[in-house]
């Protein structure tokens, strides 16, 4: 009994690290990184809308825009340490579980999982291109997904991977837009804590903000299905030629420039999760 007292204590104290002051303030610097991409894929994106230039409006054009600016270097290793401390949250959030009720059911915790690979992979790219290695971090979007593409379908059943890998991502896409326009962030923020005039603000961000990113998505995700669809790799688009897409429809490049400030929203939105999320 003593020693299973003593093993219950060293787990208790093992998750209260976990889930203290060090990992929500890499949290909390996480958020800040991703809403430092989000603003500057919008601002190149309103670029291309309005010039038709203004480099590749992805997390690659995002890096190396930061990295022609005075002391880029240095800039890009704080980001890149910031977006590892957001991978870091999301490892404790996949090994102890999430703040708030029903935190710790397995498909939280394995979106968690997701998402610390993800991050974990991002915060490599940025501090890889901020050591010297300019082939990392900033790479096309477009490229990467049409290399991707293509030797998926060069696999045996390459097409039903690509069209199903397509259709998540779309389906991914309308969730995140749904979810932020039904404004269940909310739940993760301390509005209690905010004034009646930031709540307002706050929640318009992130309907605003997380819509535009979740059409980004569901775009992308319909060109993957086309060029599985097609079986052409080409049809498939990153972030930076889906965003251009936009510029193509009727209403020209005034819906591009509408993503581009949702974009921007979404940017800071993530800021306010920095101050006010509960982690």
């Known amino acids: 009994m003593v020693t299973g007292s003593a093993t219950a204590r060293g787990r208790g104290q ?26 500057l894929i919008g601002v190149l994106s309103l670029r291309i809308a309005f010039t038709g230039g203004g480099g590749q409006a992805d997390r690659g054009g995002a890096v190396a825009e930061i990295a022609q600016k005075p002391f880029g270097t240095l800039l890009l290793w704080l980001l890149g340490i910031a977006l590892a401390g957001m991978a870091l949250w999301r490892l404790s959030e996949a090994a102890f579980g999430q703040a708030g009720p029903g935190g710790e059911k397995p498909g939280r915790r394995a979106m968690a999982a997701g998402r610390f690979c993800f991050y974990g992979f991002v915060a490599y790219s940025v501090l890889s291109y901020a050591a010297g290695d ?15 593409t293509a030797k998926a379908l060069a696999w045996p059943g390459g097409q039903w991977i690509v069209g199903v890998a397509g259709a998540a991502v779309v389906a991914a896409g309308l969730w995140i837009a749904a979810r932020a326009l039904l404004r269940k962030f ?11 005039r930031v709540r307002e603000v706050v929640s318009f961000l992130g309907m605003f903000g997380g819509a535009a990113r979740g059409i980004v998505f569901a775009t992308a ?8 669809v097609h079986h ?16 193509d429809t009727p209403a020209g490049p005034w819906l591009l420039a509408l993503i581009a400030v949702g974009l921007m929203a979404f940017g800071a939105f993530s800021w306010a999760n920095a101050r006010w999320r509960r982690v």
């Open 232 to 247: 052409k790799p080409g049809r498939a688009k990153g972030m930076d030629d889906t965003l251009r897409t936009f510029a």
């Open 134 to 148: 300019r082939g990392s971090g900033s790479g096309s979007s477009d490229k990467s997904s049409r290399d991707v």
């Open 186 to 196: 909310e739940k993760h923020l301390r509005m209690s804590a905010m004034s009646r």
């Open 221 to 228: 995700g319909g060109f993957a299905i086309a060029a599985a």
């Open 14 to 39: 093992v998750h209260r690290a976990a889930n203290g002051r060090a990992v929500a303030a890499a949290a909390r610097a996480g958020f800040v990184g991703r809403g430092v991409i989000y603003v």
